[in-house]
Nanobody, 126 residues
């Protein structure tokens, strides 16, 4: 079982930065692939970034490449999403997700993940 708690959301002007954090419970955090998803009003939940259990493999949706960075600290049971050059279209509720993984893969589909946080709101004003 993994319990996830996100923090770091807020209101920021376009061009600004935010860093989201996700704290995970459990003693085998390095065995979990992690992902950041977002859901805007009226839209489906979409992957933003994913990272493998060791952190050696990462993946980003095209719209955030070069602006967002996913990272993890397995010693602290934390995963982060650094968001730079934010745009109004980045406005959404951002969710942290976890999946127990026996390989070094990352996972890009919401259905791949079994554990979810409660979400944190990110609002980017123009």
């Amino acid at each position: 079982q993994v319990h996830l708690v996100e923090s770091g959301g807020g209101l920021v002007q376009a061009g600004g930065s935010l860093r989201l954090s996700c704290a995970a419970s459990g003693r085998t955090f390095s065995r979990y692939a992690m992902g950041w998803f977002r859901q805007a009003p009226g839209k489906e939940r979409e992957l933003v970034a994913a990272i493998s259990g060791t952190g050696g493999r990462v993946h980003y949706v095209d719209s955030v490449k070069g602006r967002f960075t996913i990272s993890r600290d397995n010693a602290k049971n934390m995963v982060y999403l650094q968001m730079n050059s934010l745009k109004p279209e980045d406005t959404a509720v951002y969710y942290c997700a976890a999946r127990f993984a026996v390989s070094t893969n990352y996972y890009s589909q919401a259905s791949d993940y079994g554990y979810w946080g409660q979400g944190t709101q990110v609002t980017v004003s123009s």
